[in-house]
């Protein structure tokens, strides 16, 4: 589970895919993530990650991440298989 290679990410969290012109802004959080996927990080290394960063809920980030990891494969940010 990645980012595809060609994503321009910035160190904000805009994220653009040349491939279709499509652009997209994110939060805090959203940029956290972002930048753990593209250390390789998988799910649980992510929501570990989340979980000591911020003051949040177990369920909630278990919940969200799932949510943003769909949105990302769904707007063609990222590849399908889930580590």
Known sequence: MKLL???AVSESGYLFNPTNGDSFSSNA???DIISLLKQ???PDEIKKAILEKYDVEKSTIERDLDEFL???RDNYLMD???R
Do not use: F
């Open 70 to 72: 769909q949105e990302l």
């Open 5 to 7: 290679s060609n994503i």
């Open 29 to 31: 959080v959203a940029t």
């Open 40 to 42: 390789d990080k998988n």
């Open 80 to 82: 399908g298989d889930v």
